[in-house]
């Protein structure tokens, strides 16, 4: 299984993203069952959980970014996605998809934000 994400880039601070992570070579059924999550990391600081959500559909955020991100899944296409709004500088990361707790898929390359006038 490969994680490949994708949609990031250069925005300005009040803009929007939405990042895509799909989960190539998985089988749908089993995906259907994951329980997965975004992450981030910061140059200089350690990766984090933003946003899970469960195969039942259940989400759960970070605080630093309740209210603005948003995660879902398109079980069809093996996809999970993470609308950002309100984006601010200190969103500006590297982002990554996964399982929400070990043990992990091998990690992807991620995508980069900036957030940045």
């Known amino acids: 299984v490969q994680l490949v994400e994708s949609g990031g880039g250069l925005v300005q601070p009040g803009g929007s993203l939405r990042l895509s992570c799909k989960l190539s070579?998985?089988?749908?059924?089993?995906?259907?069952?994951?329980?997965l999550a975004w992450y981030r990391q910061a140059p200089g600081r350690e990766r984090e959980m933003v946003a899970e959500?469960?195969?039942?559909?259940?989400?759960n955020y970070a605080d630093t970014v309740k209210g603005r991100f948003t995660i879902s899944k398109d079980n069809s296409r093996k996809t999970v996605f993470l609308q950002m709004n309100s984006l601010k500088p200190e969103d500006t990361a590297a982002y990554y998809c996964?399982?929400?707790?070990?043990?992990?898929?091998?990690w992807g390359r991620g995508t980069q934000v900036t957030v940045s006038a």
């Open positions: 996964n399982r929400n707790r070990e043990p992990f898929i091998s």
């Open positions: 070579g998985m089988i749908t059924s089993v995906f259907w069952g994951e329980d």
């Open positions: 959500i469960t195969s039942a559909g259940s989400s």
